[in-house]
């Protein structure tokens, strides 16, 4: 699962990487760091300010590593439970789900056969949204070597599902995603590294009861490496509503692909007039069996106006 190791690599791996340079505006004290914003803010030495020149352009290569990190470990996890008739795909398109060139499934689940990312609703399985970062905070020495300085939670830059705009925005494109009939089958997950922040487990959890995400992941078991005190806050297993989750092993998230693709599920949201949810209920024919049952109320209950 996603680790330490895995971050060192990508930090050494791509020539995008800028260092932030952490400088003090008093005297010649600076330093250089990855994913920091001026922890602690006055100077060791002299007691200054510290000033901080956060990197820029290094978002499109860690959304490339971290998709491709995610793609091939989910692509492990289907073959492990065994579903041989699908597949992994990346930037997945889908008009009629308002998944766009533009704004594309980062990952899904498709049935395979398909050359290219263009899909029909029927063909897919499940939606992930990625929201993985480099989580740690890593300083770079006078020898050249890197080490990790703070945990996820220690500095003012916040990574992955720890960042709260990061949570809104996959909560605002899975309503999107909701919006339309189409996807009332598809399950929808937003995959990230890190736990998500004590303030935001409301959201998370509403969120997930009201069926627009079916769960927040985190793919680290262990994101506490240099303080691991209060770790049942800091790195909890799953929120108290199981809106979030940590995967802690391959065979966990095998278990987590199976279950999301063994039962047949619906999203049914709606804000309806009494009169008319009961007008949908006693038109429907009760005689036919339960799937067909429920599958005549959520295409009435699309189909009915909302107000």
Sequence with gaps: MWSPEKEEDFIRSTDAVVWATISCNKCDYRYEAFFKKSVPNKCPKCDGNLSSTTPQGRNSPLSAYTEKYASDILEEALKNAG???????????????????????????VEKGEIGRIYKPNQIKVIFEVKMSVIWNWELNEKGEIAIETDYDKHKGRGSIYRTDSILKA?????????????????????????????????????????????????????????????????????????????????????????????ERVFIGSMLKKSKLGKIIKSLDLNKDYSDIGEDFFKKLYEMDAV
């Design 83 to 109: 579903f041989d008739d699908l597949e992994v795909k990346r930037n997945v398109i889908c008009d009629e789900l308002d998944l766009t060139s533009r704004s594309a499934a980062d990952i899904a689940i």
């Design 171 to 263: 909560i605002g494109k899975g309503a999107i995603f909701r919006s339309h009939f189409e996807s009332c089958g598809i399950p929808y997950v937003v995959v990230g590294n890190s736990p998500t922040p004590a303030s935001y487990l409301d959201k998370v959890d509403g969120s997930v009861r009201a069926g627009i995400v079916q769960r927040f992941i985190s793919l680290t078991p262990e994101p506490l490496i240099i303080d691991k005190s209060e770790s049942e806050v800091r790195n909890p297993k799953e929120s108290d509503g199981k809106g979030f989750l940590r995967i802690d092993s391959q065979e966990e998230l095998s278990s987590f692909i199976e279950d999301l693709l063994k039962d």
